[in-house]
């Protein structure tokens, strides 16, 4: 985690870690999902997740190729996939993939037809 910050040795930033009561534990991941409340979600490719537990409480650090999608599950890039296909407005292009739940080939069918 700390990867020998200020000179240290990353085995002794563990120990000192360990003494403190922190424990770190790296959690094999495909990919990360938060789900925002005022709808869409963020998803995160090829993470790098860490669990720390600090004392009984627990924090997550994750990092990796994250994009932001409406609620229906689609991105900024689908939408602008399907408007570059198509000619179509961001409107447009934005309610065809509602109206598909995000199937960005549907999408660009139900806009070229």
């Known amino acids: 985690m700390f990867g020998g910050i200020g000179g240290m040795d990353p085995k002794k930033m563990q120990a000192v870690m360990k003494q403190m009561g922190i424990k770190q534990e790296e959690v094999d991941s495909l990919r990360v999902i938060i789900e ?9 490719e090829n993470p ?3 669990k720390i537990d600090m004392k009984g409480n627990e ?4 990092t990796g ?6 609620a229906s599950g689609f991105s900024d890039s689908d939408v602008e996939l399907v408007m570059e296909k198509t000619g179509k407005t961001k409107e447009d292009a934005k309610k065809a993939l509602e109206q598909v739940n995000g199937d960005i080939a549907q ?6 037809e």
Do not use: F, Y
């Open 59 to 62: 924090s997550w650090q994750i």
């Open 65 to 70: 190729d994250a994009k932001e999608e409406e």
């Open 107 to 112: 999408a660009i069918i139900k806009l070229s």
């Open 36 to 44: 925002k409340s005022e709808g869409g979600r963020i998803v995160i």
């Open 48 to 50: 790098n997740v860490v």
